[in-house]
């Protein structure tokens, strides 16, 4: 097992990850002051391992709850947010009371908000249970619904008490899902350090089949990385910034192809888009170029990613939320390990990826 320590000023917390860690790790983490659980789950989830979480917690001798969504992402809603509410205050949760979100980042997420705001704020775990959410959602404090199709427009920032993410539940994800987690940890390899991106590379086929220990070392180092900016930058005024690597390009591609394209494999063809801007505005060298996207490109799209509408993408980049004043922002590549955040682009450079992607997204 590994114990990641985030360590922020007002609220720090633990991330402990590893292979059937939860039963001994769960118990010993719910404070004896809680009152009573909810667990927010997904039906997906609560049908594969709801019944291994309520044993688990009913070492506490507490009341538990269970409260269960639709998977997918339309169960970020004011709606679901409303029933959860509406439930807790029917079953008199107070400020005592630990909810539990139990799933991958859609349940993350909402209970998260759930959390934040009934009551102004009650205490939340997080027990991830997909690749993306134990390396990227459960980390950071950031929760949020949708609205109107706007994606996490609602939200805060509002930090669990501890996170546990048990590797032995992704054996049931599905193949995409996997690659969505993936997206992320590529991008982290870019982010760090030459040695992380080497290590990386050269264990990609053992992360594509799940190897348990090198899952439990993937999990660790992407946590590490994503926690130690999360200390420099808890709310996203600077350094932060970076964790958007390949997501301006990847956020439109999702919805230029309505969704129908998985955000992993979308964020792979940002970082791939972003690789190629960078080396166009003279800031990555080709050889460093050439390292990137030859990890990148080994992984196919099923969507034909080869005539991107130039207009349809920029449109979409611009109202992109990170982007300012009529102005796209770019997190740029220098070198493995340095990043540009906030960067302008010259938009006659932005135009010849767009219309060079079809080179790149093989
Ligand atoms: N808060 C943040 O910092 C942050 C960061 C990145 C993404 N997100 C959000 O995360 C969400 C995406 O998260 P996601 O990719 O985990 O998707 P998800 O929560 O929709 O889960 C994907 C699918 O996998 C199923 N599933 C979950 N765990 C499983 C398991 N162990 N075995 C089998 N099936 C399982 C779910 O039921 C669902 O159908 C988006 O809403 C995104 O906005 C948030």
Redesign the pocket.
């Known amino acids: 097992m590994k114990k990641i320590e985030v360590e922020l000023k007002e609220k720090p917390y633990p991330i402990f990850i590893g292979k059937n860690i939860i039963s001994q790790i769960l118990p010993k983490q719910i404070s004896q002051k809680y009152s009573k659980i909810l667990i927010i789950s997904?039906?997906?989830?609560a049908g594969?391992?709801g019944n291994e979480l309520n044993i688990i917690l009913k070492k506490t001798r507490k009341p538990v709850y269970s409260i269960n969504v639709a998977?997918?992402?339309n169960s970020?809603s004011y709606l679901q947010v409303e029933r959860i509410h509406k439930f807790l205050l029917k079953n008199n949760f107070n400020r005592d009371s630990l909810i539990v979100g139990f799933?991958?980042?859609?349940?993350?997420?909402l209970a998260?908000f759930v959390a934040s705001t009934y009551m102004r704020g009650v205490d939340f775990c997080q027990i991830?249970?997909?690749l993306?959410?134990m390396v990227?959602?459960s980390?950071?404090g950031?929760?949020?619904i949708n609205l109107s199709g706007s994606?996490?427009i609602i939200g805060s920032f509002y930090q669990p008490v501890f996170v546990i993410a048990e590797t032995s539940?992704?054996?049931?994800?599905?193949e995409d899902?996997w690659i969505?987690?993936l997206g992320?940890i590529l991008k982290y390899s870019i982010i760090a350090t030459t040695g992380y991106f080497n290590f990386v590379k050269r264990n990609i086929k053992k992360i594509l089949v799940r190897d348990d220990k090198i899952v439990e070392r993937i999990v660790f180092e992407s946590v590490k990385i994503k926690a130690a900016v999360v200390k420099l930058d808890e709310k996203e005024a600077g350094l932060r910034k970076i964790l958007n690597l390949g997501h301006t390009f990847g956020h439109a591609i999702e919805s230029i192809l309505n969704y129908k394209i998985k955000?992993g494999a979308a964020v792979i063809a940002g970082l791939l888009l972003i690789a190629d801007l960078s080396k166009r505005v003279g800031m990555l060298q080709e050889k460093d170029f050439v390292q990137i996207s030859n990890l990148l490109q080994g992984f196919t799209f099923n969507h034909s990613l080869k005539k991107l509408s130039t207009d349809g993408m920029l449109n979409l980049m611009l109202k992109d939320k990170k982007s300012r004043n009529d102005k796209i922002k770019f997190v740029l590549i220098k070198k493995i390990g340095y990043l540009v955040i906030d960067a302008d682009v010259n938009e006659i450079l932005i135009i010849e990826t767009l219309q060079n992607a079809g080179d790149i997204l093989k």
């Open positions: 997904d039906k997906n989830v594969l391992y998977s997918g992402e970020k799933g991958g980042g859609v349940v993350g997420d998260g991830p249970t997909t993306l959410a990227d959602s980390v950071g950031k929760t949020g994606k996490n539940f992704l054996k049931t994800l599905e899902e969505c987690g992320e955000h």
